[in-house]
Every structure is written in C-alpha cells, then in structure tokens.
C-alpha cells in the first residue's frame, strides 16, 4: 500500500533528508485523491461555511468569496470543477487550499488534506488516455503510489481556466 511507496516521507524528523518534490495529498472526492505541488499553495484553510459570502446567479462550482487577510479569494469548489458531484451542501467546515498564482489568490474547496507526499523526479506521467479529455487541461501528469493512481493537478491552469471560463473576472 502507501505506506510502502519509497518517496513517502518515512524518517523524517530523525535527520533524514526527504527526497523529491513536495505535494499535498488532497481528498477532492470520495473518488478522487489528488496531489498539488507545494510551491502552489500559500495556505491551507479549515472555515465555516458561514465565512464565504455567496454570490447570486454564479456558476454552481463558485461557493463564494473569502476574505483572507484584507484581500478578496474567490473560493470554487474543486470536485465539481472536475466534473465530480460537489461537495456536500451541509458540510459543516470547509478545506480550502489557498493557491498563489500570478492573478492573485484562488480557493479551492476540497474534501481534506491527507498530508505530504514527495514524488522522484520522472515518477509523473502524462495524463492522456488515461483520463477524461475534459480533465487534462487541469493536470500536469498522473502517478502510481502502490496500487493508487493520483492525479496530480496544475494550479496555474486551474486558476487561469476558472478565470476565463468560470469567473470571467480577475481573481486579484
């Protein structure tokens, strides 16, 4: 399983040198786990759903906007702009990743963090044939971890597509 992968970080702590570039193991959906590059990540939020202000007559995946530390985060909700059934309307705290990009900020909504993994240089593959076309234009690769397949997404053109597409605004 996972916990025999050799890029997971066993030792670490213990003086160990972790290997690989780091990537956060995100719980999208009960049917997707997915890592995001670290580098793309500001922060990681746990909120009340309380704190998102909703917009009317948005897209569906639009869950509102944040305000973090005086500026203003569009929040989407990550599964459904996979085309994944939303996250669950009752949820009574939110995950969001925080994603810096060159337009400023954008959350993501997400199931849960599940951690760190750090993946060898060459260990990401090309996504096509192996997914939905409609899914490839939000990922860098694909990887193998044991016998789980994750999808490791691309923040910039997540952030880029949902501005153009979704938002038709500047998330900045």
């Known amino acids: 399983m996972l916990g025999a992968a050799p890029w997971l970080n066993h030792g670490e702590g213990r003086g160990d040198r972790p290997q690989g570039a780091p990537y956060l193991r995100l719980a999208v959906h009960n049917q997707l786990t997915a890592l995001l590059p670290m580098t793309e990540i500001q922060q990681v939020l746990v909120i009340s ?50 994603l810096h990009t060159p337009k400023g900020y954008l959350g993501l909504a997400l199931k849960e963090v599940r951690g760190i993994v750090r993946l060898p240089e060459g260990a990401i593959q090309s996504p096509v044939g192996t997914v939905s076309a409609a899914l490839v234009p939000y990922l860098k690769g694909c990887c193998r971890l044991g016998e ?15 501005c153009s597409s979704v938002l038709a605004v500047d998330v900045g």
């Open 49 to 98: 759903p309380q704190q998102l202000t909703v917009i009317p007559n948005m897209a569906a995946v639009v869950m509102g906007l944040l305000n973090f530390r005086n500026r203003i985060v569009w929040v989407l909700d990550l599964a459904h702009l996979l085309n994944l059934e939303p996250l669950d309307a009752d949820i009574s705290m939110l995950t969001i990743a925080l």
């Open 148 to 162: 789980e397949l994750f999808f490791i997404l691309d923040g910039a053109a997540i952030a880029e597509r949902s």
